[in-house]
């Protein structure tokens, strides 16, 4: 990072978020190039917890940032947004996407979901405050109360979430969808709908956010699982240059030669494979044609397929087409395509093969690691996580797969750093929310990052809130100056030719990524293997 970029980010922690006198951004209209807008106090009452500006923070929902995706703009770009006459009422959620949650009628779906939503601490709207885009995880929306944006808002950051495509509508390939692709960009592919609706969305928030007390020259783009995955294709996009300034990627990178990589949220296909499958889709349903397809009910195209675990026999999912996503993962790295901005990225205790409370034979350990690895691999691995007993098998196990997550990020790292000189921060996360029996598992620092445990019903304990408020303070530093540090946290390294990873959760501070013996024993198997 150059020395202006530098101190241009160290500045933005001094801004002061409450502007003078001013009154909260609730107390007036907000005038945007699509028209007016009406927002509403985020809290009516004190949220439990750590909040301490809640009074100044204002919520305007359902703001669309693209035209319906129904009808004849079913696969295609995000389109233009239309203007609305009078003052928009900002007080609710708006649709959200097909195939996002379907099954429940806990809220609307509709292919009219491209919205999103604003939490702004700003008592000004020419505050200029650090940005973060949200990008939800797989089977979810930004009307989750799990990414309300209170608790990161009352750091003096201004926060957004929204909706894309998934599934079918999001990630369908098919030659006549290409054919018209090309017509628009040159480029002929087709298959990333969704990708195009994150990007859409930034792009929205680069115009528009500076009404909301935001700097458009100041986004961090964040997520989790799924949304890690849009925002590693955000970073890594060529269509997104210059518009970001930092990265957040919670449970979805590795090493790319690690087979993970191809079933895991940040898996991906080739255009081959993704025209294929739209063929095969297309005639499943009794089409001919994209024009039959798109004058379809939109329940017939909800099918499931694409996340981790799924046996469907559709697999929708991002398509390598070297435009949106310019090369393959490694390539990516190596050839350094993406935008060079610090990165904090990392894995939780229970997730990606570890299971909380596993209990197996040494029988049922071998046959997995038999079906995983091949000699001399096998012996190796066995020597290293020795299951040799019913009471080791179950903790041999997990700790390959812990360890396994905690050196591909960390080689992911490394292979950053071949063309990149922005940072990256790695961690570990192994702190087990209360009132229920997953552990560390997948998305359980969500809450902690966003400091929005008010907004969850669980037990939770002070020990809870003092999680929340250092996780929650690493993720804001990291937001407004692009590193994680500050006062009263415990110093967190960039991961850089060492071999440590910060401990976050139930311990604070620089630990190994594993034991020399087992991260060189991870290396040289990914090296045998090819890269994805």
């Not at 028209?35 to 917890?49: V, W």
């Not at 935008?339 to 229970?350: E, F, S």
Request: hydrophobic share 40%; proline share 5%; with cysteine.
């Amino acid at each position: 990072m150059n020395q202006s970029r530098r101190a241009r980010l160290a500045l933005v922690s001094l801004i002061p978020f409450l502007a003078g006198a001013n009154a909260a951004l609730y107390d007036t209209v907000i005038e945007t190039q699509y028209g007016r807008l009406q927002g509403y106090p985020a809290f009516t009452s004190e949220p439990t917890g750590n909040l301490t500006h809640w009074k100044d923070i204002t919520v305007w929902k359902n703001i669309p940032f693209a035209a319906t995706t129904g009808g004849q703009n079913r696969w295609r770009a995000p389109q233009p947004a239309s203007a609305w006459n009078g003052t928009r009422d900002a007080k609710s959620f708006g649709n959200v996407c097909p195939s996002a949650t379907s099954g429940t009628s806990e809220y609307t779906i509709d292919e009219d979901c491209l919205n999103l939503n604003i939490w702004s601490p700003a008592n000004s709207t020419d505050a200029k405050l650090p940005v973060v885009m949200w990008s939800y995880p797989a089977l979810s929306t930004a009307a989750d109360a799990l990414f309300d944006g209170g608790g990161m808002a009352d750091q003096g950051i201004v926060y957004v979430n929204y909706n894309y495509r998934t599934g079918s509508f999001g990630w369908l390939a098919h030659p006549e969808l290409s054919e018209e692709f090309y017509a628009v960009t040159g480029s002929n592919s087709s298959g990333n709908w969704g990708m195009l609706d994150q990007i859409g969305a930034l792009k929205w928030i680069h115009e528009n956010i500076a009404a909301f007390g935001g700097d458009p020259e100041h986004i961090t783009v964040m997520g989790q699982s799924a949304g890690s995955a849009a925002t590693q294709h955000i970073v890594n996009s060529p269509l997104t240059k210059g518009l970001i300034v930092g990265g957040i990627i919670e449970s979805g990178v590795r090493d790319p030669h690690d087979p993970l990589c191809t079933s895991l949220a940040e898996g991906y296909k080739t255009l081959d494979y993704a025209l294929a499958q739209g063929e095969r889709f297309m005639a499943s349903l009794n089409c001919t044609s994209i024009a039959e397809m798109r004058e379809l009910p939109m329940d017939d195209l909800i099918v499931s397929g694409g996340t981790f675990g799924s046996d469907s026999e559709w697999d929708f999912a991002a398509t390598l087409d070297y435009y949106v996503m310019p090369d393959t993962y490694l390539n990516t790295l190596i050839k350094g395509l993406g935008n060079d901005v610090p990165i904090i990225t990392g894995n939780t205790k229970d997730e990606s093969g570890a299971t909380y409370g596993l209990n197996i034979t040494v029988a049922e350990y071998l046959a997995d690691l038999n079906e995983t690895f091949s000699e001399p691999w096998l012996s190796r691995f066995l020597e290293l996580y020795p299951g040799n007993t019913s009471l080791t098998a179950s903790g041999a196990y997990n700790s390959q797969w812990t360890d396994r997550s905690k050196v591909g990020t960390w080689l992911w790292a490394r292979l950053w750093a071949t063309a990149k000189t922005s940072p990256v921060y790695t961690y570990f996360w192994d702190h087990a929310p209360p009132g229920q029996d997953q552990g560390a598992y997948h998305e359980s620092e969500i809450n902690y990052v966003l400091n929005n445990l008010y907004d969850t019903d669980l037990a939770w304990t002070a020990e809870d809130y003092v999680i929340a408020r250092r996780m929650n303070g690493y993720w804001a530093n990291f937001i407004k100056t692009g590193n994680p540090n500050g006062k009263q946290l415990i110093e967190w390294a960039a991961t850089a030719s060492n071999s440590t990873v910060q401990h976050v959760g139930n311990g604070w501070g620089a630990i190994p990524v594993a034991s020399d013996a087992k991260v060189q024993l991870f290396e040289e198997w990914f090296d045998t293997l090819v890269a994805y």
